[in-house]
């Protein structure tokens, strides 16, 4: 596991007196997400920032992070202000195996939490936004990690399923919030997380949040979960 790229002279957090929101994105680059995935994939997080940067409320207590895996798990990007995000250029090749990267993902958001805190910043919830299309072995011990953390509040874990995805593992991750995607344009659900950090960002830590309907290429895996 390594970082790509250094980022020190990127701020730590802005606005630390508000409430700050923590989103990961953890995505698969296995090869099986090479070709038309991949290419969707990079654009519509790239255009994700854009999006965001044009509600400043948002702008200044969002942050995000971004974790990729295959055989391997890589942080791309540590937690940061999300007008400081970079370009991607993802990579599809090797391997699928999810249960480390989840394990690095969960080690991320709590750190982050702990600094708010400490920042004297009140954390809302943080989100890990999972992206698989396959199979990625045996995830039990982590998903136990993940059902304690978000029975104790501390965390909400979405999974969006590409085609060939292993629903089964999916929904022993994130229970009923699975999502399916048809076909291979990422814009949509990338344009619902960001609608659903601006709606995280008008309400207060604790508050229930009622989320943004789903773009039309993406389904629910089960029904009511919103």
Known sequence: MSNQR??????PILSPNEPHMALLFLLDVSSSMSGAPITSLNESINKFKEQVCKDARTTQILDVAIVTFNHET???????????MEPVALNATGGTDIAPAVEVAINMVNERSRFYRHSGSEPYKP??????DGYGGDVT?????VRELEDGGYLKFFSLGVEGYDSKTLHQLCGEKVMKLNGYDFTGILDWAHKSMRSVSVSSPGEKVK????PA???KDVNDWF
């Open 141 to 145: 011990a982590v998903s136990e990690k």
């Open 74 to 84: 890589q942080v791309v990007m540590p937690f940061t202000p999300v007008a400081y």
């Open 217 to 219: 290429n993406v389904d």
């Open 6 to 11: 250094t980022f020190d002279d990127v701020p």
């Open 127 to 132: 989100w890990i936004f999972m992206i698989s």
């Open 211 to 214: 989320l943004p309907p789903l």
